[in-house]
């Protein structure tokens, strides 16, 4: 009985989540996963399952919703002609040697390690949310030779050990090299398929040793991956319905103070404060 109870108040916190992860991504079109994995973790936390992979199994699972999402939002951006093909395969294989790489860098670390990691890279994305300027350029056209076999592991690497998709890092840094918006939105949907897929056949493979919920394949647990999916895809389009209501401008920026406030949480526990 104690376990049935779990799992109904497992199910209800992430129905919780992922609605409010849904509506975000519609109202903002910020990634799911910059929410999904601090909201995994105290989630799972609360529910006791606080081991020392907890943050290796946020991030999994994190990483297997963004395979459904981002295939979606591709498919979708493609069906509008916004996504600029040959960006996507030049760019391909360093994402995915970034994302492999992360992967097992991932694997080897433990749960406040992983915390910490996240936390700095998520104030960065906080801060650069709030405080970038549209105008900032890099260059007027997307790097190749050198500076792209740099910048593509990059993001692969990062995007894996934060357990989101190609958003946060990949419209960022093809804004600064003078792509429109909609074009990168479009483009780092891709990026979050090439970060994500192999990110995730890889931590299927990575077993928990220990404290892992129902229903945990290696360290992606499916409760959380069918449960997100089908709260995000009812919700999502209540955001883009409040986002042609009002400006989301200035609820950007008050979303970009929530996530400085809950990287800095994040780095506070990885520090035992």
């Known amino acids: ?10 199910a ?37 399952y606080d081991g020392p992979q907890l943050m290796q199994m946020c991030l999994a699972t994190s990483l297997a919703t963004i395979i459904v999402t981002s295939v979606r ?20 294989p ?11 860098v991932v694997a080897q670390l433990r749960s406040n390690t992983l915390q910490a990691i996240f936390g700095v890279l998520a104030l960065i994305v906080g801060l650069y949310m709030g405080f970038g300027r549209s105008e900032w350029r890099l260059g007027q056209a997307m790097p190749t030779g050198l500076t792209r076999a740099i910048q ?12 989101i ?20 939105v479009a483009i780092a949907a891709g990026f979050g398929v090439l970060i994500a897929v192999p990110a995730v056949i890889g931590f299927l493979f990575v077993p ?15 409760v959380a991956f069918v449960i997100i999916i ?18 989301p401008k200035p609820l950007k920026r008050v979303f970009a103070v929530f996530l400085v406030l809950v990287a800095l949480n994040m780095l506070r526990k990885a520090l035992g404060w």
């Open 152 to 163: 593509s592991p990059l993001v692969g690497f990062m995007s894996v050990l934060m357990g």
């Open 208 to 222: 928990m040793q220990t404290g892992a919920p129902p229903l945990t394949i290696g360290t992606v647990n499916l």
């Open 12 to 48: 209800l916190l992430l129905m919780a989540i992922g609605a409010f992860a849904g509506v975000l991504a519609g109202l903002l079109g910020v990634g799911g996963g910059i929410v999904l994995v601090p909201a995994f973790f105290y989630a799972f936390q609360t529910l006791g």
């Open 165 to 184: 998709g190609g958003g946060s890092f990949g419209v960022p840094l093809m804004s600064l090299y003078n792509t429109p918006i909609h074009r990168a």
């Open 1 to 10: 009985m104690p376990d049935t109870i779990l799992l109904i108040q497992m």
């Open 73 to 92: 939002s591709v498919l979708s951006h493609n069906k509008k002609g916004a996504v600029d093909w040959d960006i996507l395969r030049s760019w391909a």
């Open 94 to 104: 360093g994402i995915v040697i970034g994302a492999v790489i992360g992967m097992f």
């Open 230 to 247: 089908a709260m995000t895809l009812i919700t999502a389009p209540w955001g883009v319905k409040l986002a042609h209501a009002m400006d």
